[in-house]
């Protein structure tokens, strides 16, 4: 499966001219340009024209990802940073069809897509059978295949489009082991899913009683769900210790961390003590409606 070149119609670019593809940071978007051939308009390309046209120019700045996640202790090998900067070209250019992320910018993807999965990534707990719960574009799924090779992935997401973008991007970027699930998680969890996996993720901006019965059902005992939160990550763990305790879990612990952009991360630790009780999830309405 590939994707046409931005911009190109059926009969490809006008005669005398060459189409280029590149960031236009004042619009924080990918944009393609007609660009004049030096045939037609008689004069040389400059060097930064001539990259774009022959697709040398990289979308992130890999050294400066690496730079910042070294203060983790992050360490990111040539091959991942080159699948890294590969994910984030066919994130932007698919995101003018489908509707995946706001922040396309470089240094937007490499803070609030990029740093923020590999910090959760990087955690230790982090191996053996995942499921990341309405991944959307991939976060921090993808990304955390890429850093551990040897997870086993699931891909939850209950958005057809945005399936088909995560099937694309991975056999783009040769990824193996990888499973897609388009599902809501409320439902995957009374299917095949429900308690195979070591770890559970998820990203979403819904409050952490929500999320724990979308996850929680899906982590086998002894397992552990890690809700990727805010800066009122501790606050909220406190206001779904029952909403756990109904689940078969028990808040761990958060750890804190700032992301390069300064914003805060909170990892919060569920694990999964006994068996979720068949009521639970309940359908989406009810737990929207009446968190637990």
Do not use: C
């Given at each position: 499966m590939s994707l046409p070149p931005l911009g190109e119609g059926a009969r490809g670019p006008a005669r005398g001219r060459m189409r280029a593809e590149y960031i236009d940071f004042t619009r924080n978007r990918a944009a393609t340009y007609s660009l004049p051939s030096s045939a037609a308009c008689g004069r040389q390309l400059l060097p930064k024209e001539e990259a774009?046209?022959?697709?040398?120019?990289?979308?992130?700045?890999?050294?400066?990802?690496?730079?910042k996640c070294s203060t983790w202790n992050i360490t990111l090998t040539p091959t991942q940073l080159d699948l890294l900067d590969k994910y984030a070209e066919l994130l932007v250019?698919?995101?003018?069809?489908?509707?995946?992320?706001?922040?396309?910018?470089?240094?937007?993807?490499?803070?609030?897509?990029?740093?923020?999965?590999?910090?959760?990534?990087?955690q230790p707990e982090v191996q053996g059978k995942m499921?990341?719960?309405?991944?959307?574009?991939?976060?921090?799924?993808?990304?955390a295949k890429i850093y551990k090779p040897d997870l086993q992935l699931t891909l939850m997401?209950?958005?057809?489009?945005?399936?088909?973008?995560?099937k694309y991007v991975c056999?783009?970027?040769?990824?193996?082991?990888?499973?897609?699930?388009?599902?809501?998680?409320?439902?995957?969890?009374?299917?095949?899913?429900?308690?195979?996996?070591?770890i559970a993720s998820a990203r979403a901006v819904a409050a952490l009683p929500v999320l724990s019965e979308y996850c929680l059902p899906l982590v086998k005992v002894g397992g552990r769900f890690i809700a990727m939160k805010g800066p009122e990550a501790d606050?909220?763990?406190?206001?779904?210790?029952?909403a756990l305790k109904k689940l078969g879990g028990r808040y761990e612990e958060t750890r804190q961390?700032?992301?390069?952009d300064g914003s805060a991360r909170g990892l919060v630790f569920c694990k999964k003590i006994s068996q979720t009780p068949t009521v639970y999830p309940r359908n989406g309405g009810k737990i929207a409606k009446k968190p637990l």
């Open positions: 774009f046209v022959q697709g040398d120019e990289k979308m992130i700045d890999k050294n400066r990802l690496a730079t250019s698919y995101n003018e069809k489908v509707n995946l992320t706001a922040i396309t910018s470089p240094e937007g993807i490499e803070d609030r897509h990029f740093a923020d999965s590999l910090l959760f990534a990087a499921v990341d719960v309405g991944t959307g574009a991939g976060f921090p799924g993808i990304v997401e209950p958005t057809g489009k945005r399936v088909d973008f995560l056999a783009e970027l040769g990824l193996t082991g990888v499973e897609f699930a388009k599902e809501r998680a409320e439902e995957a969890a009374r299917k095949i899913w429900r308690e195979q996996f070591d606050a909220e763990a406190k206001a779904a210790a029952n961390f700032t992301l390069p």
